[in-house]
């Protein structure tokens, strides 16, 4: 298969789409990023990387480090951790808020940020405070990325933190119904951090290899999550990875994958290959728009979904 050509021949047919959508406006740092940008990168399990566009560009992961912080408190809780969030599609916002009233504070699932909000707040608790807690979240995805250079970018976090009233309303809630161990300021401060962090699509595509490969990093050998575990993460990504486009994207692209506002979308090909795309300008799920239709494109053209 000639990924190169392929990945070529998709840059040129999504270059219109990349003006439609819009940039996420809620995050002011994130409202400044210029709509019309794109990369594509895939990494095989040998290794060997094929991408196109603005590969190196660093962008803001967001919501694609919760699939990072799950495997960690996966790792941490095993099946403990389902007491506090569950593994079902919510079919509502990333930050709605009233499934979490009628469901008594546990949150649908990982990837909405109630869930992700739980997954960290439960990751300061282990690691006793919340400094420790992020350098080990950093330092987490630093090792799946073989990269010690990934950072955050301080910036977009306080510019969250400043208009971060419904994520710390989402936190106080489920602190009312007891499903919230810290501070809640302290907690969401470190999931914006989280969220913060900035990769580029090349090292994004590199990070997920673990996930395409059972937990073991093919490259390295090191086991980040049990084949079970693997399993479990990839299945909540295809089932909630994109909220309530989920179903839709699942239809479309037939992958797991999770998507974050800053427009980028990991999605894994298990035992074949890692894929990261990033376009900015975000359809009204708050999902890459142009990068749904590369995906879907690229699993139409090479034949690889997992159906
Ligand atoms: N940091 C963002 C938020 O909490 C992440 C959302 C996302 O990427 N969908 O709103």
Redesign the pocket.
Known sequence: MNYQEILEDIYKSIKPELKRGKV?D??PALARVKKEQFAMSITLLDGTNYSVGDVDKKF???????VFTFTKALNIYSKELYKRVGVEPSGNP??SLVQLEYENGIPRNPFI?AG??VVTDSLISYYKDEYRALEKILTFVRDISNNSSIDFDEEVAKS?LEY?D??LALAYLMKSFGNFENSVEKSVST??KQ??ITMSAKELSRAGLYLANGGVDPITKKEFATLSQTKRINAVMLTCGH?DASGEFAYHVGLPAK????GGILAIIPNVMSIAVWAPSLNRY??SHAGTLALEEFTTKTGLSIF
Do not use: D, W
Not at 60 to 66: D, R, T, W, Y
Not at 259 to 262: A, M, P
């Open positions: 996420a809620y995050i803001s992961i967001q919501s694609i480090s919760k990333f930050n940020n992700a909000l969250e971060g419904r994520n999931y914006f969220c913060a909220y998507s974050g506002v800053g708050g999902n």
